[in-house]
């Protein structure tokens, strides 16, 4: 007789199964990834727009399932090695809750959000049926790289987020021009990356502007 564990791994299975052919369209390689807003492991609402401007790595979870948990250090890892560039990843639980994902985030020492895709209304929008399952998207949201499953490690979606980071950046938002009198005007933007910088003067002659 198969173990109570067993039939419930099975179970979950094909729930997650059912869910992810019963609603939405598959965002595929080079359409544009699905807004969410879920909320994280303090119980702290989470979007996707949030990270406009980064490249995201977005991985659905389980706490049962045995490659996810191989997978987890990795993606820490890979967060770690590119954050500073302009990377995040987003661990999202299909059917988990803030307190599941609680007890994962402080298992693993995980330093960026785990969300609680309660239900697995998001995951079934991408209409997959394994898990893990990796999407990586450019700043502007596009998605350059979908797969599911673990099986030598995470090199194809490092390449994935390399190819993203090689892109042009997206231009400023949001700007606006400023006279300063004797010619000069200065230019102000709301970036989407952190930055320092968020203006400069230009000085024109008397023809040129």
Same mark, same amino acid.
């Given at each position: /007789?198969?173990?109570?564990?067993?039939?419930?791994?099975?179970?979950?299975?094909? +729930?997650?199964?059912?869910?992810?052919?019963?609603?939405?369209? /598959?965002?595929?390689?080079?359409? &544009?990834?699905?807004?969410?807003?879920?909320?994280?492991?303090?119980?702290?609402?989470?979007? !996707?727009?949030?990270?406009?401007?980064?490249?995201?790595?977005?991985?659905?979870?389980?706490?049962?399932?045995?490659?996810?948990?191989? =997978?987890?250090? =990795? /993606? $820490?890892?890979?967060?770690?090695? &590119?954050?500073?560039?302009?990377?995040?990843? !987003?661990?999202?639980?299909?059917? $988990?809750?803030?307190?599941?994902?609680?007890?994962?985030?402080?298992?693993?020492? !995980? %330093?960026?959000?785990? !969300?609680? #895709?309660?239900?697995?209304? $998001?995951?079934?929008?991408?209409? $997959?049926? &394994?898990?893990?399952?990796?999407?990586? /998207?450019?700043?502007?949201?596009?998605?350059?790289?979908?797969?599911?499953?673990?099986?030598?490690?995470?090199?194809?979606?490092?390449?994935?987020?390399?190819?993203? +980071?090689?892109?042009?950046?997206?231009?400023?938002? #949001?700007?606006?021009?400023? &006279?300063?009198? %004797? %010619?000069?005007?200065?230019?102000?933007?709301?970036?989407?990356? =952190?930055?320092?910088?968020?203006?400069?003067?230009?000085?024109?002659?008397?023809? =040129?502007?």
């Amino acid at each position: /007789m198969k173990s109570l564990r067993t039939l419930s791994t099975i179970a979950c299975i094909a +729930l997650i199964g059912l869910l992810s052919w019963s609603s939405g369209a /598959m965002a595929q390689i080079d359409q &544009y990834g699905f807004d969410f807003t879920l909320d994280d492991s303090d119980g702290n609402p989470v979007s !996707l727009a949030d990270y406009d401007g980064y490249c995201v790595v977005l991985n659905f979870f389980a706490t049962w399932c045995g490659p996810c948990r191989s =997978e987890t250090p =990795e /993606m $820490e890892a890979l967060y770690q090695t &590119y954050k500073d560039d302009g990377v995040i990843v !987003l661990q999202a639980g299909v059917d $988990e809750t803030v307190a599941s994902c609680k007890t994962w985030k402080n298992t693993y020492n !995980l %330093n960026f959000p785990v !969300l609680a #895709d309660t239900g697995g209304h $998001e995951y079934a929008r991408y209409r $997959e049926q &394994y898990i893990p399952f990796n999407i990586v /998207m450019d700043r502007a949201r596009v998605i350059h790289f979908r797969d599911v499953g673990y099986a030598a490690g995470i090199t194809r979606i490092k390449n994935a987020v390399k190819e993203c +980071l090689d892109m042009a950046p997206l231009p400023p938002k #949001d700007v606006t021009v400023q &006279y300063l009198g %004797n %010619n000069q005007y200065q230019l102000n933007w709301d970036t989407v990356f =952190e930055s320092d910088v968020a203006s400069f003067v230009v000085s024109y002659g008397p023809d =040129e502007y």
